[in-house]
């Protein structure tokens, strides 16, 4: 064993060892800090102190260098040195932040101001529905709000597309594109025809296709690059999480209350394999070197190992703390993320 590794595994103790090389993935917790494993071993490596609560969002630079989560009960994202695991920064975005994206500087944030706050003491549930969504677009070099974009009611899924921010918009049951500068709304698709409760928004690796999960209809939706509905395909129940493999071959599908990973082919639309895994497995990443696949089982509070080519669970890793969302570093595809 080599003396880094020794030197890692002695500090591990006494705390946490956060080195920069090698790859790692990150896993944020709704009742914990993040969770580092180490993809050499797939063994839990460390944690990173978020000092916050309910992280659900997260994300990495290209660097490597910062790793960012969106905090449900205190309503702001975290901003996190890798290298010695110190928190940099908190930015406010406002209530329910959720899904996170990060591009080069620029984090981009859904967030919903009317859902589960009760601004108004009187308000219904059926109100909160109406109320927009919003997309918070943060410098994260310096911790400005660059641009407040106002979306549809229930922001949820984001996409970074060739032609603009794309959203998954929840009880509006749309899908929006938005202008990456201006925030402009460019696009607006109902999907209220195919189903409810668009959930997962995922762009095929060379831009030509979409895929947009509809949690409450058990299916998704696919795209052309025109931003039009050109084919639904049946799912389990309750899917979430959605990506292509990283040669837009095949399309994995994190269905919930089906308890399975499904795998699609891209090109057929054709199921491939149902893998079984635990309860709440929302999101998902591969390797970067696109042989495993990692998947994080909130109320299982465990992570799966699955070989990308047999399709099968290698090996389950405890997680205590509700895990939600997964990235790795360096970037591989999954639901939170791309290369």
């Not at 030197?7 to 790692?24: E, N």
């Not at 949820?156 to 603009?164: T, V």
């Not at 209350?257 to 699609?264: I, S, T």
């Not at 909130?298 to 997964?326: C, F, H, M, Q, Y």
């Amino acid at each position: 064993m080599s003396i880094k590794k020794n030197l890692c595994i002695a500090l591990l103790l006494a705390m946490p060892c956060y080195a920069s090389a090698g790859s790692v993935a990150y896993v944020s917790n709704q009742d914990g800090a993040v969770t580092v494993i180490d993809l050499e071993t797939m063994e839990v490596k460390g944690h990173l102190e978020i000092d916050a609560k309910g992280a659900r969002g997260i994300g990495v630079t290209q660097d490597g260098k910062w790793l960012i989560t969106a905090n449900k009960d205190d309503g702001n994202i975290s901003v996190v040195d890798t290298a010695s695991g110190k928190l940099v920064r908190h930015v406010a975005i406002g209530k329910n932040p959720e899904f996170l994206r990060v591009q080069d500087d620029n984090a981009y944030v859904t967030f919903e101001p009317g859902v589960g706050n009760d601004p108004v003491p009187q308000q219904t549930a059926v109100a909160d529905d109406k109320i927009p969504g919003h997309i918070a677009v943060v410098a994260l070099s310096t911790g400005k709000l660059l641009l407040d974009i106002v979306g549809k009611p229930e922001t949820e899924g984001l996409e970074l597309g060739k032609q603009g921010l794309i959203v998954a918009n929840e009880s509006d049951n749309s899908l929006s594109m938005h202008d990456f500068n201006s925030g402009k709304l460019l696009k607006n698709i109902s999907v209220a025809r195919y189903g409810d409760r668009p959930r997962g928004i995922k762009a095929s690796p060379d831009g030509s296709l979409y895929v947009a999960t509809l949690e409450f209809s058990s299916k998704f939706l696919v795209l052309n690059d025109k931003f039009e509905i050109i084919k639904e395909v049946a799912t389990g129940k309750s899917p979430v999480g959605i990506s292509f493999d990283h040669d837009g071959k095949r399309v994995f599908v994190a269905s919930s209350k089906e308890k399975a990973l499904q795998v699609y082919d891209a090109k057929t639309w054709a199921k491939l394999e149902d893998i079984p895994v635990g309860d709440r497995c929302w999101h998902f990443t591969f390797t970067p070197d696109n042989q495993q696949i990692l998947l994080a089982c909130g109320k299982s509070n465990e992570l799966l190992v699955i070989d990308a080519n047999r399709l099968e669970v290698t090996k389950r890793i405890s997680n205590r703390g509700l895990p939600w969302g997964i990235v790795t570093y360096p970037k591989a595809m999954g639901s939170l993320d791309r290369p």
